[in-house]
Each structure stands twice: as structure tokens, then as C-alpha cells.
């Protein structure tokens, strides 16, 4: 397993922008996909966008696509998710997860796959 630490969480008005990074630790980072989740006051956690351990293939929520990106940087073992246009909506606490597979390059949107989260940060996004 990857033991991951979200940062980069913070307030901002709607509009503005905020990119998060999961910093991994763990020798079977960069042969495990990422997800980014976001759960809501009173919501459940909800998937946001997934990249593959090698990082070309990439998936999003249709509530998200257009407006974040997700991409990798495996020699620094560290996951981002760059959120542009955000709305009051997007307020959220935000984990990533991560998922091993060895020598396939899959991600997965179901949160239960994934066995490796983060502790989360706290988006925040004004009217």
C-alpha cells in the first residue's frame, strides 16, 4: 500500500482556481491509479477524476470535465488535480486514492476498488 497526504486546499471565490497535489509515499506508487473524491456536508463521496499508473489515460465526473485536470508526476510520486472555474458547487472536502495494479494500466471510478486514501482537504469556493 501508498500512504498519501493531500495539500493545496483552500477558499476562493467562484471563478478563481486551486490545484491540489497527493504527495505518495510507498514503492508501488507509480504502478497504482489515482482517483480524486469529494464528499459534500451530508453527501457521499463522490468520484471526481482518475488517471492510470502510467498517466496517459485520464477519466472525469461530467459535473468536472472541462474544467479539472488531472495528471502525474511519478518521479515525484505525487498525484494533481487542477480546478479551474470553480463553483460554489465544487465546495467539498477532497481525498485521492490509490489502487495497485501490476503491469496494467486500468483506473477504476468505484471508490470500494481503491484501498490507499489520504486524510482530504477542504475546498472551499464563494459566491
Known amino acids: 500500500q501508498v500512504q498519501l497526504v493531500e495539500s493545496g486546499g483552500g477558499l476562493v471565490q467562484a471563478g478563481g482556481s486551486l490545484r491540489l497535489s497527493c504527495a505518495a509515499s510507498?514503492?508501488?506508487?507509480?504502478?497504482?491509479?489515482v482517483g480524486w473524491f469529494r464528499q459534500a456536508p451530508g453527501k457521499e463521496r463522490e468520484f471526481v477524476a482518475a488517471?492510470?499508473?502510467?498517466?496517459?489515460?485520464?477519466y472525469y465526473a461530467d459535473s468536472v470535465k472541462g474544467r479539472f485536470t488531472i495528471s502525474r508526476d511519478n518521479a515525484k510520486n505525487t498525484v494533481y488535480l487542477q480546478m479551474n472555474s470553480l463553483k460554489p458547487e465544487d465546495t467539498a472536502v477532497y481525498y485521492c486514492?490509490?489502487?495497485?495494479?501490476?503491469?496494467?494500466?486500468?483506473?477504476?471510478?468505484?471508490?470500494?476498488?481503491?484501498?490507499?486514501w489520504g486524510q482530504g482537504t477542504q475546498v472551499t469556493v464563494s459566491s
Open positions: 486514492a490509490a489502487r495497485y495494479y501490476s503491469g496494467s494500466n486500468y483506473y477504476t471510478t468505484r471508490r470500494e476498488e481503491y484501498n490507499s
Open positions: 510507498g514503492r508501488t506508487f507509480s504502478s497504482s491509479a
Open positions: 488517471i492510470t499508473p502510467s498517466g496517459t489515460i485520464t
